[in-house]
């Protein structure tokens, strides 16, 4: 049972681009929905994170557009560079929970 | 670096036997989560621990346990090991027991030969 959809599986991106990962959910009681970046060998990162009582929250080049009506919310890398490709992974947590849902990830790959 | 250290890095053992991955948390976190990373399941929560005392349970196996201990560092055990059991498993931590970013290890990848 997946709670987090996310798309595409992968991506490929010229330099100076958009970058755009799309995530969707469908339990409600979701109310943290955090972005994290992994490269090879490496554990997760938090990257940028959202609340849903906004519906945008940009950090430098990231942005995180969210959409509670629809149960959506995507991550935009904007001027994408070669050393934004990795994985990159959405996920959700209950209020009050503990656990992270996470999607399936996608691999992003920045041509130069 | 995100401040939480796992180890060992890598583990290479044999169906059947047991073993104990370690973490350690970042300085003045108190919870630690273990995930485990595989192909086909994806980044999995498999158990939390707030200050010593078990606080949520994911999709942990019967053959897995975990503790952590009084200087906050954490195991995780894996017993009766099977070829599925080959995986990246990562440590968290956060400051609280809920509502605080979780900041990830490195991880340790487990191969079952």
């Known amino acids: 049972q997946q709670q987090v959809k996310q798309s595409p599986q992968s991506l490929i991106v010229q330099k100076g681009g958009i970058s755009i990962i799309n995530c969707a959910y469908e339990?409600?009681?979701?109310?943290?929905f955090p972005w994290y970046q992994q490269f090879p060998g490496k554990g997760p990162a938090l990257l940028i994170a959202i609340r849903p009582d906004v519906s945008e929250k940009k950090e430098g080049r990231f942005t995180i557009s969210f959409n509670k009506s629809a149960k959506q919310f995507s991550l935009h890398i904007m001027d994408s560079q070669p050393g934004d490709s990795a994985t990159y992974f959405c996920a959700a947590r209950e209020e009050y929970g503990n656990k992270l849902v996470f999607g399936a990830g996608t691999i992003l790959r920045v041509k130069s | 670096d995100s401040g939480v250290t796992q180890t060992p890095k890598h583990l290479i053992t044999a169906t059947g036997q047991r073993v104990t991955l370690r973490c350690s948390p970042r300085s003045g976190d108190l919870s630690v989560y273990w995930y485990q990373q595989s192909l086909d399941q994806g980044l999995q929560f498999l158990i939390q621990?707030?200050?010593?005392?078990?606080?949520a349970k994911g999709n942990i196996l019967e053959r897995f346990s975990a503790q952590q201990f009084p200087d906050l560092h954490s195991e995780l055990n894996l017993s009766s090991l099977e070829l599925g059991d080959s995986a990246l498993y990562f440590c968290?931590?956060?400051?609280?027991?809920?509502?605080?970013?979780?900041?990830f290890g490195d991880g340790t990848r487990l191969s079952i030969l």
């Open positions: 339990n409600t009681a979701f109310d943290y």
């Open positions: 621990y707030y200050n010593g005392e078990e606080r």
């Open positions: 968290a931590s956060s400051v609280g027991g809920g509502n605080q970013p979780q900041h």
